[in-house]
T-cell receptor, first 112, second 117 residues
């Protein structure tokens, strides 16, 4: 199993550009989430999904969009990038009967 | 809403010594889970240990143990026999077990641990 994979590992954007951060898992996990990590603030939940076709907002959803068309994939879209979205983004997944969330390696995003 | 507080921004410990990383939490939920994650300089988030709110015994995983004091709402991580490879950022997190909380982990701000010779 590859676990949770994220692409790209690093991305530089200009203000106003859009992009999609990819996340995939091969563990057949129902639950998937996106977090952002900023210095001194720990990880904060952006959006999450409890299954294909079902998504909901987390703590800091503004400026981000998600969809979940398959169990495996949970992409995060930045509609119009802003410097405040410079951060490290983590995707995580969890099985229905598991306690542990497994994290991907992260995507480092710089918005100029 | 849940809140996690980690009051130690940084800690030093000598190799082979034990160290305790503090974590307090706040929640109105009766049922919840507490987690510790390790983040080395390479950046990945590594799960260390889990404690359920109804577990009567403190969780242990190898050199890691979780000192759970429910009345004090604390969930301190104890690392025994520290190794140089334990140098990393450590995050305490919790998840409440209620409607709509299946994927919601709330994290503290972390403690940076440095293990010295």
């Amino acid at each position: 199993n590859a676990g949770v994979t994220q692409t790209p590992k690093f991305q530089v954007l200009k203000t106003g550009q859009s992009m999609t951060l990819q996340c995939a898992q091969d563990m057949n996990h129902e639950y998937m989430s996106w977090y952002r990590q900023d210095p001194g603030m720990g990880l904060r939940l952006i959006h999450y999904s409890v299954g294909a076709g079902i998504t909901d907002q987390g703590e800091v959803p503004n400026g981000y969009n998600v969809s979940r068309s398959t169990t495996e994939d949970f992409p995060l879209r930045l509609l119009s990038a802003a410097p405040s979205q410079t951060s490290v983004y983590f995707c995580a997944s969890r099985g229905t009967l598991q306690e542990t969330q497994y994290f991907g390696p992260g995507t480092r995003l710089l918005v100029l | 809403a849940q809140k996690i507080t980690q009051t130690q921004p940084g800690m030093f410990v000598q190799e082979k010594e034990a160290v305790t990383l503090d974590c307090t939490y706040d929640t109105s939920d009766q049922s919840y889970g507490l987690f510790w994650y390790k983040q080395p300089s390479s950046g990945e988030m590594i799960f260390l240990i889990y404690q359920g709110s109804y577990d009567e015994q403190n969780a242990t995983e190898g050199r890691y143990s979780l000192n759970f004091q429910k009345a004090r709402k604390s969930a301190n991580l104890v690392i025994s026999a520290s190794q140089l490879g334990d140098s990393a950022m450590y995050f305490c997190a919790m998840r409440a077990y209620g409607r709509g909380t299946a994927s919601k982990l709330t994290f503290g701000t972390g403690t940076r641990l440095q293990v010295t010779l």
